[in-house]
T-cell receptor
Framework: NAGVTQTPKFRVLKTGQSMTLLCAQD?????MYWYRQDPGMGLRLIHY???????AKGEVPDGYNVSRLKKQNFLLGLESAAPSQTSVYFC????????????FGSGTQLSVL | GQNIDQPTEMTATEGAIVQINCTYQ??????LFWYQQHAGEAPTFLSY??LDGLEEKGRFSSFLSRSKGYSYLLLKELQMKDSASYLC??????????WGAGTKLIIKP
């Protein structure tokens, strides 16, 4: 019972490099989310998706892009990494929106030097 | 603006009871969630309140007062494994989750 799988676990980038984080869920959830978590702050929503082929901006979308080509996968891309993007990134999914709990992936620690 | 306030850190003794408070100011209200997050791990769901009152689930209980914009998480019979951060999150009128910064709970023997 895998749930939400997120890869990689750790990543170090140099400023200006690009990368993609992969999130996969096997629960047939419609909604998927990408969050970042920084010390002393609440989780902040980057982008989200309400179904296959859809994406929407969250609270802090600048510098990130996402794609949801398949229902089970939600990709987060950084085209040109900046030190301000150093953070822990969490993917999450939920079956719906109202009153539905989130299931989180294990997180990715990203450092941009 | 929207805001969730909870204490940064709390300390309690093994076997005791602790109450973690959360106050919120949001654009509308569609439910309040509590999550537990152990260091270096992902948040996991603890409780959901949408109506006023107390929800009990084993050693954990969560209370909500919508008129006061207030919730608390009550942990009884504390165990060392309860050492973690506890995150309060409110779903606003647009069904967006607004997250507090979390309360780090330290359990001492």
């Amino acid at each position: 019972n895998a749930g939400v799988t997120q890869t990689p676990k750790f990543r170090v980038l140099k400023t200006g490099q690009s990368m993609t984080l992969l999130c996969a869920q096997d629960m047939n959830h419609e909604y998927m989310y990408w969050y970042r978590q920084d010390p002393g702050m609440g989780l902040r929503l980057i982008h989200y998706s309400v179904g296959e082929g859809t994406t929407a901006k969250g609270e802090v979308p600048d510098g990130y892009n996402v794609s949801r080509l398949k229902k089970q996968n939600f990709l987060l891309g950084l085209e040109s990494a900046a030190p301000s993007q150093t953070s822990v990134y969490f993917c999450a999914s939920s079956p719906g929106r109202e009153g539905e709990k989130l299931f989180f992936g294990s997180g990715t620690q990203l450092s941009v030097l | 603006g929207q805001n969730i306030d909870q204490p940064t850190e709390m300390t309690a003794t093994e076997g005791a009871i602790v109450q973690i408070n959360c106050t919120y100011q949001t654009s509308g209200f569609n439910g309040l969630f509590w999550y537990q997050q152990h260091a270096g791990e992902a948040p996991t769901f603890l409780s959901y309140n949408v109506l006023d009152g107390l929800e009990e689930k084993g050693r954990f209980s969560s209370f909500l007062s919508r008129s006061k914009g207030y919730s608390y998480l009550l942990l009884k019979e504390l165990q060392m494994k309860d050492s973690a951060s506890y995150l309060c999150a409110v779903m606003d009128s647009n069904y967006q989750l607004i997250w507090g910064a979390g309360t780090k709970l330290i359990i001492k023997p």
